[in-house]
């Protein structure tokens, strides 16, 4: 696979990293809010180096459509470098609770450096941040128990930062979605194109259904043949994989099968994934 850059940076996500870099000396806790199935891909440099100096929550969301045997090694990856990290299942209804409890722990040592001289407790100010479409919104909405924040299954639709004011010793910053400048390879923007965080528009479907299927094939060729079967999955004829999708499934379009299978594999219909198998022998996360 061909390794240039991507680059997809619109204005209103330089505007929005900028106004963050302003925020990072008013809050106190940074949520950095990441794909499960894919933490590096969906990893923002730009943001981590305007939170560099904050204290970090990291929070692998969408839990339950990652693969369990990496869920596990990643969490146990931060930890062991004495950072800070929980994985939440979005669609759990306590989900809000954990991240609640988990900042409530973080914060107590701040309120007790307070009460130590003598001043009255001030909120936590937490900020959450992430690239779009990894659950920010969806996170933010379990904890207020309304729909305060927006929450779309398509990217960029949290457009300005606003403030929301959970309890009087808790108060939630929500950001934009922010997409690095340009991907270090096509591999990471495929990652986060895959979990539907770039627009479709911008990585043309046929390939990145193309590239998915490959990778299904050689780390998760059950999982197609449990979802699709052996009518349409085979693995010594993947070039027939869509046409054969479309048949089955009586589309009319080629097209069809492909942002279908794109659409279930986001949505974790396919099975419990990870992306970035091949990263596995790095140390660095």
């Given at each position: 696979?061909?390794?240039?850059?991507?680059?997809?940076?619109p204005?209103h996500?330089?505007?929005?990293?900028?106004?963050?870099?302003?925020?990072?000396?008013?809050v106190?806790?940074?949520?950095?809010?990441?794909?499960?199935?894919?933490?590096?891909s969906?990893?923002?440099?730009?943001?981590?180096?305007?939170?560099?100096?904050?204290?970090?929550?990291?929070?692998?969301?969408?839990?339950?459509?990652?693969?369990?045997?990496?869920?596990?090694?990643?969490?146990?990856?931060?930890?062991?470098?004495?950072?800070?990290?929980?994985?939440?299942?979005?669609?759990d209804k306590?989900?809000?609770?954990?991240?609640?409890?988990?900042?409530?722990?973080?914060?107590?040592?701040?309120?007790?450096?307070?009460?130590?001289?003598?001043?009255?407790?001030?909120?936590?100010?937490?900020?959450?941040?992430?690239?779009?479409?990894?659950?920010?919104?969806?996170?933010?909405?379990?904890?207020?128990?309304?729909?305060?924040?927006?929450?779309?299954?398509?990217?960029?639709?949290?457009?300005?930062?606003?403030?929301?004011?959970?309890?009087?010793?808790?108060?939630?910053?929500?950001?934009p979605?922010?997409?690095?400048?340009?991907f270090?390879?096509?591999?990471?923007?495929?990652?986060?194109?895959?979990?539907?965080?770039?627009?479709?528009?911008?990585l043309?479907?046929?390939?990145l259904?193309?590239n998915?299927?490959?990778?299904?094939?050689?780390?998760?060729?059950?999982?197609?043949?449990?979802?699709?079967?052996?009518?349409?999955?085979?693995?010594?004829?993947?070039?027939?994989?869509?046409?054969?999708l479309?048949?089955?499934?009586g589309?009319?379009?080629?097209?069809?099968?492909?942002?279908?299978?794109?659409?279930?594999?986001?949505?974790?219909?396919?099975?419990?994934?990870?992306?970035?198998?091949?990263?596995?022998?790095?140390?660095?996360?």
């Amino acid at each position: 696979m061909q390794t240039k850059n991507i680059h997809w940076f619109p204005g209103h996500m330089k505007k929005a990293l900028s106004d963050i870099k302003n925020c990072t000396k008013i809050v106190d806790i940074s949520v950095v809010i990441l794909d499960a199935r894919a933490p590096r891909s969906s990893s923002n440099k730009a943001l981590e180096d305007a939170l560099k100096d904050k204290k970090k929550l990291y929070v692998l969301a969408k839990s339950d459509l990652c693969d369990p045997k990496y869920l596990e090694k990643n969490l146990e990856r931060y930890w062991a470098k004495g950072i800070d990290a929980i994985a939440i299942n979005l669609k759990d209804k306590h989900a809000g609770d954990i991240l609640k409890d988990k900042l409530i722990k973080m914060g107590e040592s701040k309120w007790e450096k307070e009460k130590s001289l003598g001043m009255k407790p001030q909120p936590l100010k937490t900020m959450i941040v992430g690239i779009p479409n990894v659950g920010k919104s969806t996170l933010i909405n379990k904890l207020v128990k309304k729909r305060k924040a927006i929450a779309q299954d398509k990217p960029g639709q949290t457009l300005g930062q606003q403030w929301i004011k959970l309890e009087s010793t808790l108060w939630l910053l929500d950001t934009p979605g922010i997409l690095p400048s340009q991907f270090p390879n096509i591999n990471e923007a495929m990652n986060v194109a895959f979990i539907g965080s770039i627009k479709q528009s911008i990585l043309p479907n046929s390939r990145l259904a193309e590239n998915l299927l490959r990778y299904m094939d050689k780390y998760y060729p059950q999982l197609l043949m449990n979802r699709y079967g052996d009518k349409i999955y085979d693995h010594n004829s993947l070039n027939d994989f869509f046409i054969k999708l479309m048949k089955e499934r009586g589309f009319q379009e080629v097209e069809k099968a492909e942002t279908t299978f794109l659409y279930e594999f986001k949505k974790g219909i396919v099975g419990q994934t990870y992306l970035e198998i091949e990263y596995e022998q790095e140390e660095t996360i």
